[in-house]
């Protein structure tokens, strides 16, 4: 059996050009469409940063609330792709996408 690993354990030549997904709880308290406690977003940034930094093309998988009967925009996930973004270093962002799957999703991530 082999030993487990943590995300920091993947080396650069194993990640870079890689498609990374990344499944994050992103279920953050919004006040319409502003955040008003974005810790669960800045306890997933090391992680993102660190894959972006040994070169793998990150997506991102969340969802926001509990839609009865399909999307809602009160339950986006742009404020959160907003606020991600801010905390990149660098000119790095991420680029919000509405749906999981269709040709929006395979030109996001490349």
């Given amino acids: 059996m082999s030993t487990k690993k943590s995300v920091v354990d993947l080396t650069e030549a194993e990640l870079k050009g890689k498609k990374v997904l ?3 709880d992103l279920n953050v308290p919004l006040d319409g469409k502003t955040i008003t ?3 669960r977003i800045r306890r997933s940034m090391p992680t993102i940063e660190y894959l ?3 070169g793998a093309i990150v997506a991102i998988a969340s969802h926001l ?3 009865k009967s399909g999307p ?3 339950f986006s996930l742009a404020p959160c792709a907003e ?3 801010e905390l990149l270093p660098g000119d790095a962002s ?3 996408v509405s749906d999981c799957v269709g040709d929006a999703v395979s030109e996001a991530v490349g």
Avoid: I, L, Q
């Fill in 22 to 24: 990344v499944r994050c």
């Fill in 37 to 39: 406690d974005d810790t």
């Fill in 52 to 54: 972006v930094s040994k």
């Fill in 65 to 67: 609330g509990r839609p």
């Fill in 72 to 74: 809602e925009d009160k």
């Fill in 83 to 85: 606020r991600m973004t």
């Fill in 94 to 96: 991420v680029t919000f």
